[in-house]
């Protein structure tokens, strides 16, 4: 029975046999601990911040987490994406080893990989840093130059014969283009693959005809505003998304009130987390569970309630954290009457 925590338990072991593609902005996030001297604004309008240092942790993010939590949930993710040759490229690739593949291309000289540093104070975030980010900075195109593009394309289409699922990491950081995203769809349909995206707006009409698209809350409204709309609901602005961009399904991520999904139906999935201590990467880890659900079949609902436990689990846990796929059958043990009651 569909939505029976046998039936739930299966589909998750069956991600193991997957093979999946994920194509994007790989981005090295950098957590530092210390205690912050003096008050804090509470306007947080600071001019001289000064920190006692106590200790740093590096993890995979953007793309790169995506990939780990597709790894962690038992499939065999190959990651694509560009990586600078200093410290935030090594250190990224050192943290990545053993994490399924990384069939990476250097950027040119004086491009670095992309670090996202947040400081902490007491366990709470005071300042978030980018480093390297060229996306304000640089005119279009700034990202991949063609000839590195087909070596993904191509890169895929020498090794990922059996793919079963394609997954756009997007961050706007100048992977995917038009060239990239158009040759790597085409290749997933003649494979039969699933194809699926988690896009910022800017860039939505790049996955036009995929299976999935998926976006949080701002995202979907920052897509309305682009196109000259008026506030929203949140199942209008899906079926805008899903009706402009010929999507099978769009998601749209609401934090603590779960998702909303459309197929045609509107789906309102709760969220189920106990205790949210730091939300970084919750929606790579419900991206990557909603992208291997539905490429094996799952109905909208149940995909969604596996996606909001996942990402629920990385809540309860601080920084950058990543469950393994028997934290996830055991969650879902504990909310399958939510489910079935739905």
Request: negative net charge.
């Amino acid at each position: 029975m569909e939505g029976s925590v046998k039936h739930l338990e299966s589909l998750i072991k069956e991600f193991e046999s997957m093979y999946v593609a994920v194509v994007g902005d790989p981005i090295l996030d950098k957590v530092v601990d210390g205690k912050v001297r003096g008050h804090i604004p509470a306007h947080r309008d600071i001019q001289d911040l000064s920190v006692d240092f106590k200790s740093e942790r590096y993890f995979p993010g953007g793309a790169a987490n995506t990939a780990k939590g597709v790894f962690y949930l038992g499939a065999r993710p190959t990651l694509y994406g560009p990586v600078g040759s200093g410290f935030n490229g090594e250190e990224l690739r050192r943290k990545m080893h053993g994490i399924g593949k990384f069939d990476y291309v250097l950027f040119g000289p004086g491009r670095e990989t992309i670090m996202k540093e947040t400081i902490r104070s007491q366990g709470n975030p005071v300042v978030r840093l980018s480093h390297g980010d060229v996306s304000d900075s640089l005119p279009r195109p700034y990202g991949l130059s063609r000839e590195q593009a087909r070596s993904i394309v191509e890169s895929i289409s020498r090794s990922e014969s059996d793919l079963h699922v394609l997954m756009f990491s997007d961050y706007d950081k100048g992977t995917l283009d038009e060239y990239l995203s158009e040759n790597l769809i085409k290749l997933a349909r003649n494979r039969g693959a699933f194809v699926s995206a988690s896009p910022k707006p800017e860039n939505l009409r790049l996955f036009a005809g995929t299976d999935l698209i998926v976006l949080n809350r701002e995202e979907s409204e920052r897509f309305c505003t682009m196109m000259g709309y008026g506030p929203l609901s949140f199942a209008d602005r899906a079926k805008l998304i899903r009706d402009e961009f010929n999507v099978e399904n769009v998601v749209i991520t609401l934090g603590e009130e779960g998702m909303l999904a459309y197929n045609g139906r509107n789906h309102i999935i709760p969220s189920f987390v106990k205790e949210a201590v730091d939300t970084t990467g919750a929606g790579d880890m419900a991206f990557a569970a909603l992208s291997l659900a539905l490429a094996r079949g799952a109905d909208i609902k149940v995909a969604c309630h596996l996606a909001n436990c996942y990402a629920g689990l990385a809540c309860e846990k601080p920084d950058t954290y990543v469950p393994g796929r028997n934290e996830l059958i055991e969650r879902v043990k504990g909310e399958i009457d939510q489910l079935v009651a739905r």
